[in-house]
């Protein structure tokens, strides 16, 4: 049974890079019919996706956080990564990495809801 989980500092200062990691364990990132994404939901509002990566290592990003945002993996440790540089207080949220499917000839998946399987999520706070 996969599993994922969240970690990472619960509190980052405003400027500072947040940084965060997701362990996947009971299966492998690197098949080609499972994209990875990390997702948020600031308090009182609903999902929003950050960005993925899929089985070659590509990455996709939500164009309101492109130029901000870094997702990478490793595959010798079966973890993904989030990097969101000079955050900002409208950064608090809780995180979440989550597996979607990847199906061939379609586009990787930007909606919450098309991610099946989650870890519980990490809030992050930015706060001096």
């Known amino acids: 049974q996969v599993q994922l989980q969240e970690s990472g500092p619960g509190l980052v200062k405003p400027s500072q890079m947040l940084s965060l990691t997701c362990t996947v364990s009971?299966?492998?990132?690197?098949?080609?019919?499972?994209?990875y994404g990390w997702i948020r939901q600031p308090p009182g509002k609903g999902y929003e996706w950050m960005g993925a990566?899929?089985?070659?290592?590509?990455?996709y990003y939500n164009p309101s956080l492109k130029s901000r945002t870094s997702i990478s993996r490793d595959t010798s440790k079966n973890q993904l990564f989030l990097q969101l540089s000079s955050v900002t207080p409208e950064d608090t949220a809780v995180y979440y990495c989550a597996r979607g499917d990847l199906v061939a000839g379609s586009s990787v998946p930007e909606y919450d809801y098309e991610y099946n399987i989650w870890g519980q999520g990490l809030q992050v706070t930015v706060s001096s």
């Open positions: 009971g299966g492998s990132i690197t098949p080609s019919y499972y994209a």
């Open positions: 990566i899929v089985h070659d290592g590509a990455t």
